[in-house]
C-alpha cells in the first residue's frame, strides 16, 4: 500500500480529527485551576516563578508532601503558538502522589520567538527547577512540548553537562520530532521554520546523548502523522544506540492520552518514574 500525503494540514489539525475535538482546550481550565488552588491552599505550590526576563519565561512549581524523590518537568504543547502553563497544572497529580516534584513552565510562543529559541528557554526553565530540587530528572512533554523535552537529549542541549547527568528518563506524548512537514502546514505562516532550522531543531535528525533513554507514547486514534512521527524517533534513535520504547494507547486521541498523568498507577506515570507497569 502506497503512503502519501496530498493534505499536510488535515494531517496534523487535531481537533477535526477528534470525536468532540473544539471541547478542547477549554475542558483542561477548570481541573487545572482547582488542582492549583487546593495545592496552593496546602503551601505545596510555588507560582509564577522566573527563570528569565520574558513576561512568559516563568514556571510553577508542585511540590509532593514529603521530601521529593526527584524533579518531574512538564512542557506543554500548542503547536509552538498557543496556550501556557495554566492549562495542565492537573497533571502533575500523578507524579506528585509518587513522590515527585512538578515543574511546569511556560514559554515565549511564535510568532514573538522561533523555534530554536524556545528550546534554549525550555533549557533555562529546567536550569532554574533543577536549582531547587535535588535528584533525578524525569522529562515529559505533550506535542509540541514532546518535541522541546526530547531537544534537552540532543548532542546540542542547552542544559550544562551536570544536568544531562541527571536526565533519568524523557516522555514524549504525541510528539513532534521531525520538523520538516511543519513547513507544508498552514501555522508556519506563524511559525516561520525555514529549511535549516527545519533541520537543526528535529530530534530525529540530531544526535542523542549517550545513556538517553526515551518513551515515545501517543494515542491509538491520532491522525497517521502523529502516529509515524511517535514511532519515528524511537525507530532513529534506537539505531543510535538509545534505549527507546514507542508505545500507542488504546482508544485515546491527541488530547486525552495525557490524562494518564493525573492519576498515579497509570502506565503513563510508570512509563516516566520507571515504576512497575
Request: glycine share 8%; proline share 7%.
Amino acid at each position: 500500500m502506497w503512503y502519501h500525503i496530498s493534505d499536510w494540514n488535515a494531517v496534523y489539525d487535531n481537533a477535526p480529527n477528534t470525536p468532540r475535538g473544539a471541547d478542547w482546550p477549554a475542558a483542561w481550565v477548570e481541573p487545572a485551576a482547582t488542582f492549583r488552588t487546593d495545592q496552593a491552599a496546602k503551601g505545596l505550590l510555588e507560582a509564577d516563578l522566573s527563570y528569565g526576563p520574558g513576561a512568559r519565561q516563568i514556571f510553577d512549581l508542585f511540590r509532593p508532601a514529603t521530601q521529593p524523590k526527584g524533579l518531574v518537568v512538564f512542557v506543554h504543547g500548542g503547536f509552538w503558538m498557543g496556550l501556557d502553563k495554566s492549562y495542565w497544572s492537573h497533571l502533575a497529580a500523578g507524579p506528585l502522589a509518587q513522590g515527585y516534584a512538578v515543574a511546569i513552565p511556560s514559554y515565549t510562543l511564535a510568532p514573538e520567538a522561533r523555534i530554536h529559541a524556545m528550546t534554549q528557554e525550555i533549557g533555562a526553565a529546567i536550569t532554574a527547577a533543577a536549582a531547587k530540587i535535588a535528584g533525578p530528572l524525569r522529562l515529559v512533554g505533550h506535542s509540541a512540548g514532546g518535541h522541546l523535552v526530547t531537544r534537552m537529549v540532543c548532542e546540542d542541549t542547552p542544559l550544562a553537562p551536570e544536568l544531562r547527568d541527571r536526565i533519568a528518563a524523557v516522555l514524549s506524548i504525541s510528539g513532534l520530532h521531525d520538523l520538516r512537514p511543519m513547513r507544508n502546514i498552514w501555522r508556519n505562516a506563524t511559525l516561520a521554520i525555514d529549511a535549516a532550522e527545519a533541520v537543526s531543531e528535529s530530534p530525529a535528525l540530531q544526535v542523542p546523548l549517550a545513556g538517553t533513554r526515551l518513551t515515545a507514547w501517543a494515542g491509538a486514534m491520532e491522525t497517521s502523522e502523529f502516529l509515524r512521527q511517535n514511532a519515528l524517533i524511537a525507530n532513529i534513535w534506537a539505531g543510535l544506540g538509545v534505549a527507546t520504547r514507542a508505545v500507542v494507547e488504546p482508544n485515546r486521541h491527541h488530547f486525552n492520552v495525557i490524562d494518564g498523568m493525573a492519576l498515579p498507577d497509570h502506565p503513563l506515570v510508570a512509563a516516566l518514574l520507571d515504576l512497575p507497569a
